[in-house]
């Protein structure tokens, strides 16, 4: 019995010897919600510069008579941005420590963006900082911005009451519905910087003015989009895809789940919609200097508006197929070409090299980046039209004849 | 003449018929001969017993034998006594001359006592023992043999609805203080005689009766011979509840889980004693225990096999859920929000940011603080008068509720969580399983706040390895679960329609595993085609 009372002492004592470490109240914490980091210059030093927004809780009806619930409407800023620098990333943080009356907590954090010039210089040093601890989540939404990032931060969010959640917002619902963003996060853009053969891509996040004023925007007369693809060789950006292009890329990635697609047939406009695609890459090496790389895509979807083109006779739909083979073939084509003429390897063509020949791999692997500006690509579109919808005719069929 | 006659034939056919019962042997302290001795004898042990009732009177018409009863005031049936037996012993017209071969208590006996149960002694202790167990004691003037007749009565509580065990369908009865009223509702329900209830009294002073009722042939093997021999190991000179025993014959006493199954329902009794369990039955509570009994068990209400199986099963999926909230819900919210914010989707966390923004209190501070309130409310709920009682939920809802989060002292979340767990402990069935549950929460809000949800894994894990390793008279406690018996899961997790239930539960109901033949299969005859 002695025993089992000293037992509970000691289990007992030992709870307030940890002292609640590492406890930190809910209130206490500065809620980060998106970082940007650019590279700036105090005089001739490079440093970091690095733009958090900081969440403000207001207090919900605290205090006497408060009454509880939520204050404020969605559309009141509710966030700081807050701009520090320094030589490294880290002390440019905890220089933010000195300006918050709160602890930073980075694992809120939806979105990380990487400014211009930092990108153009290399992000591995941005990439260590952000991976080196557990903190920021590995899912967290990669872009690149034009510009500095410090500026989209501190622009008007226009439908949300916070900015990240505004950039994320854009990115997951353009990347599921339009399949014109190139999604990438954290995890996977790290992979694809440290792995050979592969390169790293994120979507591009790009400031533009508003030609009308709109009531929302009064503000400001400018907002931002999710435009593009930021390529990079190794760990620097090294090109750009526009919205077209990165439909292609995205497809031949087999990424894409569904998208929409516009193609003249006959001088006619047909708006195509694709699902389900299937991609297939293989490379064949002939000798070591011809790598050709064979890309075979198949997508199906269905006609979703035809202005005056009938699509009811399998004629019909075989020119639907050609015209949209053409036109991602194009796409696709241009954006490969473009990411040659970059030397980032995005489709990962140098690791289906490294598995299909391994002692060749391990001769050209430090010159890859090069070598893949001569590989040819091969690309083929076999499209599918399998729905037409409710109607046989175009509407306009009637006035026509 | 003619009487004599038919006397003699009764007699005779009695005679063949029965056997006469057996005189109970003389013990040290032997009846003695006259009445006037015993009479002393008793009042001298019964002196300042104002409840003593002596009552000296001649037996029979004529009045040629003296004799006397001697009871305790309240605890016979009096009004059957002075109605009845008196008017019997008093004034019938009986031959109760003494003769050859056959003494007069033989003849007391066949032609006098108009009352079933008899017993006949010759052992004075044994004979007050009947008489303060609530039993008629009655002498006759030279005779060294006396009888104690079962005409218990007195006041009792009436059966009535088991307030602890509710049920919404089933049957209403719950046991009630008087052990012979609690068997008879159990034997009403299994109409056979292979339903045992032995007898043990236990309690020096108390001389409470305890039965262990059984099934004989269905009971798991050396359960009975088990519970018979820890019960007698009990040397207490009192047992005023069946709690008392409870901790007497636990396999490990020093657990905060209680391994016997003590319940108020008479249909819970029948359930256990068909899966081969046995129950021990206490004069003078309405709680019978239970045994062996496994936590399953404890989570289970018996209205789960009242209602439709889909019902029955949806009742235990909810109950699983609501122990989980019960336990950890306050330790899980302490370790999120003061450790682990980053699990909170951002909105919900951004929230409690504002909702926390001025707060006094560090969360875990709050969360102790209310559960305390709440079990205090709570407590003050069962002890008070009937009367007050919503002026203490007046107190509970508006004062500390409501005035503590407009005061800002407190957040509102804390309230819901508090709130969201005391209402969970409320749905366990069985006061046995909630008020474990209700106690553990505790130590695992204490692990939680000094170690987050390090501290509460590790709370967790000590609760269930140490519940793993109890056993409840040899069977594991947490069966069948684990260890692992598929069959019983059906009866568990789940709870499958009657007509699936073909076993008993394997650790208990091994003896006779079947409960029905075959498995029905619930189809429609095979109608005729008519060609």
Known sequence: MSRLVALALVVLSLIPLAGCWSRRETESLAVITAIGIDTAFQGEKKVYRVTKVVLAPKPGGGGPGGGGGRQGGGAKREYSVLTTEGPTIEEACRRLAVRLSRITFLDQIRVVLFGEEMSKEGVSEALDFLTRYQDIRLRTTVMVTRGQAETMLRSNPEFESEISREIKGFVDNAAETTAKIAESNLEEFTERVITPGEDAFAPVLERVPLKKKSSVMAESGETFLVKGMAMFSSDKLAGWLNEREVRGIWLAMGKAKQGDLSVEVNGNTVSYVFSKPKEKLRVRIDDEQNVTAMLNVRVSGGVAESQSQAVNTQEGLANVEKAVNAELEGVIRSALEKSKAAGSDIMGVGRLVEREDKALWNQIRAQWPQRYRQVEFEVKVESKVERIGLKNKPVQGKLLK | ?531
């Open chain 2, 1 to 531: 003449m003619w009487k004599k006659l038919t006397g003699k034939i009764v007699s005779a056919l009695s005679a063949r018929s029965r056997t006469f019962p057996e005189v109970q042997p003389p013990g040290e302290k032997p009846i003695a001969n006259t009445l006037a001795d015993n009479q002393n004898y008793l009042r001298e042990i019964f002196a300042n017993c104002t409840d003593f009732v002596v009552r000296p009177f001649k037996l029979g018409k004529g009045g040629s034998v003296e004799a006397c009863i001697v009871y305790i005031d309240g605890l016979i049936d009096k009004d059957f006594i002075s109605r009845n037996l008196m008017q019997t012993l008093m004034f019938e017209d009986a031959d109760l001359h003494e003769r050859e071969g056959e003494p007069l208590y033989k003849r007391v006996y066949d032609r006098l006592l108009a009352v079933g149960k008899v017993t006949l002694l010759r052992d004075m202790n044994a004979f007050v023992g009947g008489v303060v167990a609530g039993q008629l004691g009655l002498f006759l003037n030279s005779q060294s043999v006396c009888f104690i007749l079962g005409v218990t009565g007195g006041e009792s509580r009436d059966v009535s609805e088991a307030p602890t065990e509710a049920v919404i369908r089933g049957p209403r009865e719950g046991f009630v203080e008087d052990i012979r009223v609690n068997t008879s509702l159990i034997r009403r329900r299994i109409k056979s005689p292979r339903l045992k209830f032995e007898k043990l009294i236990i309690g020096t002073l108390t001389q409470t009766e305890v039965n262990i009722a059984y099934i004989e042939g269905l009971v798991m093997e050396n359960l009975v011979q088990e519970i018979k021999q820890r019960l007698q190991r009990i040397q207490i000179d009192g047992i005023v509840e069946s709690g008392y025993i409870e901790e007497f014959i636990e396999d490990t006493p020093k657990s905060v889980f209680g391994q016997t199954g003590p319940t108020e329902r008479p249909d819970r009794v029948v359930t256990s004693l068909l899966e081969g369990r046995a129950a021990i039955m206490v004069d003078t509570t309405p709680f019978a225990l239970v045994v062996p009994v496994s936590f399953p068990l404890l989570m289970q209400s018996a209205e789960d096999y009242y209602t439709r199986f889909s019902f029955g099963t949806f009742m235990r999926f909810l109950r699983f859920l609501t122990i989980n909230f019960a336990l950890i819900l306050p330790g899980f919210y302490i370790a999120v929000t003061s450790f682990h914010q980053e699990m909170m989707p951002s909105q919900l966390l951004l929230t409690l940011a504002a909702i926390r923004e001025g707060l006094p209190f560090p969360v875990f501070v709050e969360t102790f603080a209310m559960e305390f309130t709440f079990e205090i409310i709570r407590e003050a709920g069962v002890r008070l008068p009937r009367q007050v009682g919503p002026a203490v939920s007046i107190v509970g809802a508006l004062v500390i509720g409501d005035a503590a989060v407009n005061a800002g002292l407190v957040s509102p979340a804390t309230i819901i969580v508090v709130a969201l767990t005391a209402i969970s402990n409320l749905t366990l069935p069985t006061i046995e399983g909630a008020n474990t549950i209700r106690i553990l929460r505790f130590p695992l809000m204490l692990m939680a706040s000094a170690f987050g949800l390090i501290g509460l894994l590790v709370g967790l894990l000590l609760i269930l390895i140490h519940i793993c390793s109890l056993r409840s008279f040899g069977v594991p406690y947490l069966a069948p679960i684990a260890p692992l018996q598929v069959s019983g899961i059906k009866d568990t997790i789940i709870r499958v329609p009657w007509w699936l239930m073909r076993k008993r539960p394997l650790q208990t109901g091994k003896r006779d595993l079947y409960r029905q033949p075959v498995k029905p299969k619930g189809r429609p005859p095979k109608e005729e085609t008519g060609q």
